[in-house]
């Protein structure tokens, strides 16, 4: 069944930023919970035939969240949010840093800034995303890199896990 959920995906080259909004069709809380909780992250934050692993989940200003996508070989690609601002069920902030399994940031690739908005709309849910890079070139390398295609992905299965909840 081919969604009719609003999927806008557009780069802003001129701020080095990629904006994301997309609808959900679950209520408010179910959506900050699932961008919040560790349980929930780990369901959906990894495009298949990935899985998401958090280690670490310590979701307030100054806390972070350390996990892994792991390949079906069992090979991981670490990653690290620090969140800088929650204003709770509204919007949050964090950087994402791809890493070793020490926590070491990957100095090559840079960080991500999320500026992440929740909004309620009838029975949906808007998230709007603003996602930052330091430089052009780092955006143009993660969206070489299959961003989009691998973020439309992760999305389909969280619609898949709100539709569950419905069943």
Known sequence: MES???MNFSVDKENKTVNIKREFNA???DVWSAW?????????????????????????????RFYAMVAPDGQKRWSIFAYSSISPKTNFKHSSTFCDAEGNPNTELGSSYWDIHFTEK???????IAIKRD????????????????????MKTLDKIFEDQKS
């Open 4 to 6: 009719n959920l609003l």
């Open 27 to 29: 209520p408010l809380s």
């Open 36 to 64: 919040t909780e560790a349980d929930i992250l780990d369901q959906w934050w990894a495009p298949a035939p990935f899985k998401s692993e958090t280690t670490v989940m310590e979701f307030k200003e100054g806390g972070k």
């Open 122 to 128: 009838g029975d949906l849910t808007v998230v709007d």
């Open 135 to 154: 430089s052009l070139e780092e955006l143009e390398k993660i969206i070489e890199m299959g961003f989009k295609e691998g973020i439309t992905a992760t």
